[in-house]
Antibody, heavy 120, light 106 residues
């Protein structure tokens, strides 16, 4: 059973770069799409972007200028970088596997999430 | 930008049927899926491709659609079903989530 685990700093200073990794266990990262999703405290879900094992990616237009998602198949990991963060980027960040992208593109499973707080 | 609209809250008595709607422009031309999120937990997929249930999801969860509205129905609602529910679809190669519905089991 595939499991995902986010890791990275829980506190990032305003204007700096948020960096998170997601480690996939119980299965290979190859052959699937992988995604980042975030949820500000007390608010709803926001899709950040996705990447395929080849490195091809797609980002939320509202975040595109600040986001980079990369993949390291040798480590069974993919990563998120979000530049020039502000308090509005404070959220729980989830990684998830994106399944059946050509049909309905659903997220299953999800990681447990990691809270990233942007401080001034 | 594309939007999916859900009611902010729905209340149901234990044992009754809860229905949560998700509407969007031309949603009937797309597939919708649903996630359950309990406090402090990650979202869990409960319905995909409008009407299918992943393995392990109880049969009381079902999905349907009519026109441009997708609906998640929970039959015989239990206290453990109290959670936030989100619909999700795609538009122009981007993922869109509904705003979420808080289901309260009174």
């Amino acid at each position: 059973q595939v499991q995902l685990q986010e890791s990275g700093p829980g506190l990032v200073k305003s204007s700096e770069t948020l960096s998170l990794s997601c480690t996939v266990s119980g299965g290979s990262i190859s052959g699937y799409y992988w995604s980042w999703i975030r949820q500000p405290p007390g608010k709803g879900l926001e899709w950040i972007g996705y990447i395929y094992d080849s490195g091809s990616s797609k980002y939320n237009p509202s975040l595109k200028s600040r986001v980079t998602i990369s993949v390291d198949t040798s480590k069974n990991q993919f990563s998120l970088k979000l530049t020039s963060v502000t308090a509005a980027d404070t959220a729980v960040y989830y990684c998830a596997r994106l399944v059946d992208i050509v049909v309905d593109g659903r997220f299953d499973p999800w990681g447990q999430g990691t809270l990233v707080t942007v401080s001034s | 930008s594309y939007e999916l609209t859900q009611p902010p809250s729905v209340s149901v008595s234990p044992g009754q049927t809860a229905s949560i709607s998700c509407s969007g422009d031309k949603l009937g031309d797309k597939f919708a899926c649903w996630y359950q999120q309990k406090p402090g937990q990650s979202p869990v997929l409960v319905i995909y491709q409008d009407t299918k249930r992943p393995s392990g999801i109880p049969e009381r969860f079902s999905g349907s659609y009519s026109g441009n509205t997708a609906t998640l129905t929970i039959s015989g609602t239990q206290a453990m079903d109290e959670a936030d529910y989100y619909c999700q679809a795609w538009d122009s190669s981007s993922v869109v989530f509904g705003g979420g519905t808080k289901l309260t089991v009174l």
